[in-house]
């Protein structure tokens, strides 16, 4: 069976500081992908990135960096430096190969406050 | 870009009424799915549709229908919409490589029923 889990539900952080957000993830497939979605208050799912079980090099883009180990079956996001702007719901979420269906955690919430 | 319209932002209906929430993509997706969000319990999967005419069951589809006549359209019909449906409503398009499809999102329908 498949399981992503956002163990952290909201986190707090002043702007400026750097955060974390947790995903771990459960699957017995060798080849899936893993995404994260931010969600700001207007509601609609922003696409952030996509990572395939093969690539466990990290990515950084801008502020955003991500980790994706295997080992401890894991996909975490830090933003650096965070701004108000980054004040949202995250999600992380699987998806087995050549399936269309996508495995959602239950999302952390950032508050960035000024 | 892909862009993703849902028909309404905010919807409020009486129960026992029937429901349709219209969902259309302009990138000739052959994916869409059907998603209703609650806090604490991330995105459940209501339906999908790989292509016209054709539709599977998500997680939850009970007290839900979809219909896709065109390719660039799927609606969500609640047959008799009940107080505990009421929630966010997302919709989503994936391209139907079947391989690693993202998923984009539409920006949602807030439904409360009364």
């Known amino acids: 069976a498949q399981k992503v889990t956002q163990a952290q539900t909201e986190i707090s952080v002043v702007e400026k500081e750097d955060v974390t957000l947790d995903c771990v993830y459960e699957t017995r497939d060798t080849t899936y992908y893993l995404f994260w979605y931010k969600q700001p208050p207007s509601g609609e799912l922003v696409f952030l990135i996509r990572r395939n079980s093969f690539d466990e090099q990290n990515e950084i883009s801008g502020r955003y960096s991500w980790n994706f180990q295997k080992s401890t079956s894991s996909f975490n996001f830090t933003i650096t430096a965070s701004q108000v702007v980054d004040s949202a719901v995250y999600f992380c979420a699987l998806q087995i190969y050549n399936f269309n269906k996508f495995y959602f955690g239950s999302g952390t919430k950032l508050n960035v406050k000024p | 870009d892909v862009k993703v319209t849902q028909s309404s932002r905010y919807l409020v209906k009486r129960t026992g009424e029937k429901v349709f929430l219209e969902c259309v993509q302009d990138?000739?997706?052959?994916?869409m799915f059907w998603y209703r969000q609650d806090p604490g319990l991330g995105l459940r999967l209501i339906y999908f549709?790989?292509?016209?005419?054709?539709?599977e069951k998500g997680d939850i589809p009970e007290g839900y229908s979809v219909s896709r006549e065109k390719k660039e359209r799927f609606s969500l019909i609640l047959e008799s919409a009940s107080t505990n449906q009421t929630s966010m409503y997302l919709c989503?398009?994936?391209?139907?490589?079947?391989?690693?499809?993202?998923?984009?999102f539409g920006p949602g329908t807030r439904l409360t029923v009364l």
């Open positions: 549709s790989y292509d016209v005419k054709m539709k």
């Open positions: 990138m000739d997706h052959e994916n």
């Open positions: 989503a398009s994936s391209l139907g490589s079947g391989r690693a499809d993202t998923q984009y």
